[in-house]
């Protein structure tokens, strides 16, 4: 049987009630698997850790993710710079992965939309290099040979291996010259190795409205990280919203799953969060981890609870969090 050590950042808002029925659903298909083992490590970061500490991201949080086996992050309030960006960095995951799938059932999904964002993950606008005077402000977009290069061999190999046709790199090079010029050559090179693959290039701004047009024409989107930020929540539209947005911040030897919504705190506490991006981040785990079979079951799990609901507010229903992870785990035990 398969052992694994699972850090779970619960974090702020509605990230401990997306988190807890993620577990119930992971405890589920645990017990009805049979091949996997699961132990939870509960971690801290966010708002309350910072007012309790000082500090949004403690020390121990970073060393409890490096001694587990992967990790799961729910959410952080208005310290959410302060603590997925410094994860990110910090244990260079710097491939942030958001696919973006239309489930039948879902109200507003387009259908035919299966796409997958690649990020970089650790450069561009987001490194935090800035100033800042009476009546100006200066950000440093930093770009490097070896990140694009990097995060260009990333997605020309997953394209590979989930048997994609075509990886579309995103850029402003027209007027971004240096940085976004290198990104490019980046990809270029790195395009030659993959020849099976197609590849192309689109500009930012065209890339946006043929996202939101034709969306059935993209396999995989490479992007910078600003980029990849922004069109991930225009994907996640196409899709039913954030509630169905799942993403991971994959490095060589870490990972952090993480819902793309945020914290919530509008509807925080009231128990109708969605909670369909926590766990198909939860099933990106597992892929992830290496088990695919358990990973699959879990995803057409989704997908049956999907097809007959209730759903949650957010697509059109009435069911609270904990209601569609109860009917989630029922379905589990059901088929097997």
Not at 21 to 48: K, M, N, P, Q
Not at 128 to 137: I, N, S
Request: hydrophobic share 45%.
């Amino acid at each position: 049987m398969a052992r694994y050590r699972i850090a779970v950042i619960p974090g702020d808002g509605i990230g401990p009630e997306v988190m807890e029925a993620c577990l119930h659903v992971l405890g589920a298909l645990e017990e009805a698997y049979g091949g996997l083992s699961l132990e939870f490590i509960e971690l801290e970061a966010g708002d309350r850790v910072k007012a309790e500490k000082g500090v949004a991201l403690p020390e121990e949080t970073l060393r409890g993710i490096k001694s587990a086996d992967a990790a799961l992050f729910a959410a952080a309030g208005e310290t959410a710079g302060e603590v997925i960006i410094p994860i990110r960095r910090r244990l260079d995951l710097y491939a942030n992965v958001r696919p973006a799938k239309a489930y039948p059932g879902v109200p507003g999904a387009r259908e035919g939309v299966d796409l997958i964002i690649v990020r970089e993950n650790t450069e561009g606008l987001y490194v935090g290099v800035e100033g800042r005077g009476p009546d100006w402000g200066v950000s440093m977009r930093v770009t490097t040979l070896k990140a694009s290069e990097r995060i260009a061999h990333y997605a020309f190999q997953l394209a590979e291996k989930l048997g994609r046709r075509k990886v579309t790199a995103v850029h402003k090079a027209n007027v971004l010259r240096a940085t976004c010029g290198l990104f490019l050559e980046a990809c270029r090179r790195v395009a030659e190795d993959y020849p099976g693959i197609e590849y192309e290039e689109m500009l930012v701004d065209a890339c946006a409205l043929k996202l939101a047009s034709k969306p059935e024409d993209f396999d995989i989107l490479l992007t910078p990280n600003l980029f990849g930020d922004i069109l991930s929540d225009e994907a996640a539209a196409l899709i039913g919203g954030l509630g169905m947005a799942p993403s991971g911040n994959i490095g060589d030897r870490y990972a952090v799953f993480e819902p793309v919504h945020g914290s919530a705190p509008d509807i925080a506490g009231r128990g109708i969060a969605n909670p369909m991006a926590m766990i198909l981040s939860a099933s990106m785990m597992l892929r992830w981890l290496g088990e695919v079979e358990a990973a699959d079951a879990l995803e057409r799990t989704v997908s049956r609870y999907l097809r007959r609901g209730p759903l949650t507010p957010d697509l059109g229903g009435a069911a609270g969090t904990m209601d569609v992870a109860l009917g989630i785990a029922r379905l589990i035990r059901e088929a097997f």
